[in-house]
């Protein structure tokens, strides 16, 4: 439930930072969430991919389609790809790669000073 | 092990981090790129909001001031003053194409590799700018505008508004493009204006032989020359009529020095760092009537100029209004004021000359230094400039660039038989001017008298000159500063070493022009300005086809309309195929008429020589007449690129004659002996040649996907940097030599029709393209289907402030902090 909480802290900061400050600050809120709201690995991994996923998923698609998919058409076209739609996935699957790594990192630094580390499970 | 998991852990977040902020050969970084926040997303335009907020403070601004932008977001500035119209025209123009503008004077300047990387072509791109010497005839333009306190504020109240602009964003606002390819814009400057004027005078004056003739002359003679390039014009009509009381011009013929014509030892062998020409493929269309011919009984007047087709558009549509101004029309992003349209008196429209005004002589240095070169049997010093051309990426690359009197040596160290030769470049382009003046003075012109004095000021790239008035006047004039040339002077290269500079031009007063003529209409495309009657010696590349078309039409025409105008525009007539089917199919063998083929031959014999999209005998002709033509000039013409696009690709140093001249040589039986096609055992004839290039023809028909003209020519609109993703193609009529000049690459970039009904002009236009240069934009490519489909769009330059406050316009206040 926590680990939740923390997904979605990760959400919502992500969202309100980067508004204002660099892209990669994603990294940093991801880090920080983590090693306050994580207490497994795998809660940093699957919560740090899909809390940043989702995020910019939905910024890709809410961006394009205010602009009427003018632009992510072209792009597509640019980056050669099949399809417009696989664009916004791969934007996501990107942002969640490095919500992954950044908050797992997180989790290892958070557990540091326990005497045995936690089994990855 | 805890720490080391999240030293492992860490550091491959760092890794990630790097990777997606990092360039890797030319490819944008994928996490700057690809995230949402500040990547590509941020640039898609919603179509319903404009581009800029509502209220902007400037502290540059001397008073406030509004813009009104209209639904295909068309800016009408309504400024205070003279200073504030041109900061926001600027700053309204950087707003929407600040990419576009920077990179044509990158371009112009030889700053290509500085951008794109090292490549070759970039390299020998900048090389040769520099060698041709833009950059040098920009700064003789600028030393002339600073020296003018009037052109010197123009240019400098339009390059604060830019800069203003340019200030405003931060690094990750810079346009799309600059995300792309990774740079970042620079100040903008009254010298990069100039150098876009070199950039169109580039584009305008390309057209000249000089080398190419040469070597056909050492190789061939001048007979042969005269016969097959002949330029006799006499058939045509030229644009200016000869006045019935003769020319005024006194010329006093005996004052000019004879032309000695290159050594026939000579033949230049090693053309490898000739750049490739600039096609011929460029042009335009312009015509009034006077009320005699209307419907109306006031002038109606065109303009349509054909020049590459490309995104961004070279045109951007404005209107521009003070107090004591007000004008509607396009210009080139990054010039000041209005290039073709019209205000609430005059209207006027260019087309290009096509003269000469760029001549090659050839320089003999004293020694390997280079530091003198031979001048009147003595040693004169030469002046040398270096370029370092920065190349992304890499350690720069230098070149030494002699200037002569005549100009810089373009052309250095080319082997022929005689040895190496070293070339200097002459251009009109290169003298002092200041063209932007013209277009200030005409922007408030309100009769013929201030259209003159407008033109005075205007010398590169020459233009025809369209003009019509609500008091009903109509006039043509071909306007530039030509210098005086004896017969075939600037035909071909020169002798530098006896021959001076230009120092005498054609008078103001002689050059060609029509005012109210008895036949009630002007009109140029491209044709010769004057016929053989005229004093001076006219050398150019010139059309054939177009102006006949026009011509035509315009003297029947009775009681026109608007809707008139437009057939005119979109007319599709073939005139080349008109006059030469016929006799070609007269030649080709019955049995390639028949059985299988028959359907061919009796789609060309009953064609109505209309170059329509859906024509498919419009197709069979192009590839006939240009097989024919590679087949026929095979000594000159590259034969595995097809030919008639853009155009034919000549071999490195030679030229073929143009499609008319080779007409009326077949028309005329001339024969040559080019006409045998190289490397066969057989002595081919012109019968011979029309038969292969049947079968040629025919044999490309079961290749390509579509027999239909419009689909097989496929027009491309290209972007400026040659993304494919952000270039259009388009099935449509027409073609290069037709009036409706919409070709491959190339067409009309802005048709604009005015009507002077009641003495109030009312105009309408299109350009193939839209205002924005973001290819995240909406407005990037709107007006593309409405250009293609033939539809115009009113154009509105009500002086009533108020009438653009009604809603329907998105209003940005500037005011002053």
Redesign the interface.
């Known amino acids: 439930m926590k680990a939740l909480f923390g997904g979605i802290l990760i959400f919502i900061f992500g969202w309100i930072l980067?508004?204002f400050l660099?892209?990669?600050t994603i990294?940093i809120v991801c880090?920080l969430i983590a090693i306050a709201f994580f207490e497994k690995a795998k809660y940093a991994i699957l919560l740090g991919f899909f809390s940043v996923f989702a995020l910019?998923l939905l910024?890709?698609f809410y961006?394009?389609y205010?602009?009427?998919f003018?632009?992510?058409e072209?792009?597509?076209?640019?980056l050669g790809l099949s399809s417009k739609w696989l664009?916004?996935f791969?934007?996501a699957f990107?942002?969640g790669?490095?919500g992954a790594?950044?908050s797992?990192?997180g989790y290892?630094?958070q557990?540091?000073?326990?005497k045995k580390?936690r089994k990855f499970s | 092990m805890n720490i080391l998991r999240f030293i492992l852990t860490f550091l491959l977040t760092i890794c990630l981090l790097v990777v997606l902020n990092l360039r890797i050969s030319d490819k944008p970084a994928f996490g700057s790129l690809l995230n949402p926040s500040t990547g590509f997303y941020q640039f898609g335009e919603n179509p319903s909001e404009l581009h800029l907020p509502e209220n902007i403070v400037l502290s540059e601004l001397e008073d406030e001031a509004s813009v009104y932008f209209d639904e295909r977001r068309i800016p009408h500035i309504f400024a205070k003053n003279e200073h504030d119209l041109y900061f926001l025209q600027g700053y309204v123009v950087a707003s929407l194409r600040l990419w576009q503008m920077e990179f044509q004077v990158l371009a112009a300047e030889g700053r290509i590799a500085e951008i794109l990387g090292n490549e070759e072509k970039f390299i020998a791109f900048d090389k040769n700018q520099r060698r041709m010497g833009l950059s040098y005839g920009a700064k003789n333009k600028l030393d002339l505008i600073n020296s003018d306190p009037f052109s010197k504020n123009l240019l400098e109240s339009y390059t604060a508004g830019v800069n203003a602009y340019i200030s405003s964003l931060s690094s990750t606002d810079y346009p799309l493009e600059y995300q792309l390819i990774g740079y970042q814009p620079e100040e903008w400057s009254a010298y990069k204006t100039t150098l876009l004027l070199m950039n169109m005078s580039n584009v305008l004056t390309s057209t000249e032989y000089d080398i190419e003739n040469s070597n056909f002359l050492s190789l061939y003679g001048k007979e042969l020359f005269d016969s097959l390039y002949n330029d006799d014009n006499s058939k045509l009509e030229p644009i200016v009529e000869s006045p019935a009381e003769g020319w005024k011009a006194a010329l006093n013929r005996d004052s000019l020095e004879i032309i000695t014509l290159p050594n026939p030892a000579n033949t230049l062998l090693e053309l490898s760092t000739l750049q490739d020409k600039p096609d011929v493929q460029i042009g335009s269309n312009n015509w009034a009537v006077s009320g005699e011919k209307t419907a109306s009984g006031f002038p109606l007047l065109a303009n349509d100029p054909h020049l590459k087709l490309s995104f961004p558009s070279v045109w951007i549509e404005m209107h521009l209004n003070t107090p004591d101004l007000n004008t509607y029309g396009v210009v080139f992003p990054g010039a000041p004021g209005i290039v073709i349209g019209f205000n609430d008196y005059i209207g006027w429209g260019v087309t290009n000359a096509g003269r000469d005004v760029k001549d090659w002589y050839e320089i003999e240095f004293k020694d390997e230094q280079k530091d003198f070169y031979k001048w009147e049997g003595a040693w004169r010093a030469c002046t040398k400039e270096i370029e370092e051309i920065k190349i992304k990426g890499m350690p720069s690359v230098f070149d030494t660039v002699i200037y002569t009197h005549l100009g810089p040596v373009c052309l250095e160290n080319f082997e022929t038989q005689a040895g190496t030769k070293n070339f200097a470049l002459q251009w009109m382009a290169h003298q002092a001017s200041e063209e932007y003046k013209t277009f200030y003075l005409l922007n408030r012109a309100k009769n013929f008298d201030d259209y003159i004095a407008a033109l005075r000021y205007y010398s590169c790239p020459a233009q025809n000159f369209v003009f019509a008035c609500v008091n009903g006047d109509i006039a043509i004039r071909q306007q530039g500063k030509f210098p005086i040339l004896e017969k075939d002077e600037g035909k071909f290269y020169m002798d530098g070493s006896s021959h001076e500079a230009w120092t005498e031009y054609i008078p103001f007063e002689d050059i060609p022009m029509m005012y109210n003529p008895s036949r009630n209409f002007v009109s140029s495309a491209n044709q010769i300005v004057a016929d053989s009657s005229y004093p001076y010696y006219l050398n150019g590349v010139f059309e054939y086809y177009r102006n006949r078309v026009i011509n035509e039409e315009l003297r029947k025409l009775q009681k026109a309309t608007v809707e008139d105008f437009k057939n005119l525009q979109f007319n599709n007539y073939n005139l080349m195929a008109a006059e030469n089917l016929d006799l070609m199919l007269a030649y080709v063998n019955p049995d390639l008429k028949e059985g299988e083929h028959a359907e061919v031959y009796e789609s060309l014999k009953s064609w109505d020589f209309l170059n329509e999209a859906n024509s498919l005998a419009a197709t069979y002709f192009q590839l006939f007449s240009e097989s024919y033509y590679t087949l026929l000039w095979d000594e000159f013409v590259e034969a595995e690129v097809p030919g008639g696009w853009d155009p034919y690709k000549w071999k490195k140093g030679w030229k073929a004659p143009g499609e008319y001249q080779t007409f009326q040589l077949l028309q005329d039986s001339v024969q040559h002996i080019f006409i045998d096609i190289q490397g066969t055992e057989e002595i081919e004839t012109n019968g011979d040649l029309l038969n292969l290039a049947y079968q040629e023809m025919l044999s490309k028909l079961t290749k390509i996907e579509s027999q239909e003209w419009g689909k097989y020519k496929n027009t491309l609109i290209e972007h400026l940097a040659m993304i494919p993703a952000f270039s259009t193609n388009l099935d449509l009529g027409g073609n290069y030599k037709i009036v409706n000049a919409t070709g491959k690459f190339h067409g009309p970039s802005w048709r604009m029709i005015l009507d002077f009904d009641g003495g109030k002009i009312k105009g309408i236009g299109v350009y193939p393209g839209g205002q924005s240069g973001n290819p995240g934009s909406k407005y990037y490519d709107n007006m593309v289907q409405e250009w293609a489909t033939g539809d115009y769009h009113e154009l509105l330059y009500s002086t009533d402030e108020a009438s653009y406050q009604d809603g329907n316009f998105y209003q940005v206040n500037f005011k002053k902090r």
């Open positions: 980067q508004m660099p892209w990669w990294a880090f910019w910024l890709a961006k394009s205010q602009n009427d003018i632009l992510l072209r792009m597509s076209a640019l664009l916004p791969l934007s990107i942002g790669l490095l790594l950044s797992l990192s290892y630094l557990n540091i000073n326990e580390a």
